[in-house]
């Protein structure tokens, strides 16, 4: 019973360059949650998916980050023109149901030079 | 901003310890309280979820919930060397709400 999994793991990117981090949920799980982690600080929502719906963006930069979840295939958080401080660990977690907890994947962690 | 407050430790106790975990948080409305423990480069773990008032126990880890003074803690029986990592406490807003809001954790280093 495969967990969340999330690729790559870690992702190093140049300043300006696009970043895509890929999240397939466990089976039987269609609720998707991505949060991230900049060092030294706790993990911050970002945005929640349901199967081709965006439920709650709010945590999520009003530039540059955008998020789906396909009929088909993974969860996709894309960060376009990556700057320095986008430097973080991103966790998806996913559960079965709105009310269920939240299981978390491995996460990738990005880097930006 | 609804907050969720740990005291970021560390807190050392003995192998064979309880080691106590608080938490308090400002959203009266809140609904469900969840524990999440997480290793250093790692990811979290859920280790205890909590909805009702009073104690919940599960093995070693007892999590403890009071809705009138807005407090969840952890307890952690008999401790390990390898229970040292850092707890976070995460708190979900009321219906209709579904993100986490964490703390920003409690490291925890037991010594043997």
């Known amino acids: 019973n495969a967990g969340v999994m999330q690729n790559p793991r870690h992702l190093v990117r140049r300043r300006g360059q696009e970043a895509r981090l890929r999240c397939s949920p466990m089976?039987?799980?269609?609720?998707v949650y991505w949060y991230r982690q900049l060092p030294e600080e706790g993990l911050k929502f970002m945005v929640y998916?349901?199967?081709?719906?965006?439920?709650?963006e709010s945590g999520m930069p009003k530039e540059r980050f955008s998020a789906e979840f396909p009929k088909e295939g993974p969860s996709i958080l894309r960060i376009q023109q990556v700057v320095r401080g986008d430097s973080a660990a991103y966790f998806c977690?996913?559960?079965?149901?709105?009310?269920?907890?939240?299981?978390f994947g491995p996460g990738t962690r990005l880097t930006v030079t | 901003q609804k907050e969720v407050e740990q005291n970021s430790g560390p807190l050392s106790v003995p192998e064979g310890a309880i080691a106590s975990l608080n938490c308090t948080y400002s959203d009266r409305g809140s609904q469900s309280f969840f524990w999440y423990r997480q290793y250093s480069g790692k990811s979290p773990e859920l280790i205890m979820s909590i909805y009702s008032n009073g104690d919940k126990e599960d093995g070693r880890f007892t999590a403890q919930l009071n809705k009138a003074s807005q407090y969840v803690s952890l307890l952690i029986r008999d401790s390990q060397p390898s229970d040292s990592a850092t707890y976070l406490c995460?708190?979900?807003?009321?219906?209709?709400?579904?993100?986490?809001?964490f703390g920003t954790g409690t490291r925890l280093l037991v010594s043997p």
């Open positions: 977690a996913s559960s079965p149901n709105r009310d269920y907890e939240q299981y």
């Open positions: 998916l349901q199967k081709e719906n965006i439920i709650d």
């Open positions: 089976k039987g799980h269609s609720h």
């Open positions: 995460a708190v979900k807003e009321g219906k209709g709400f579904q993100k986490l809001v």
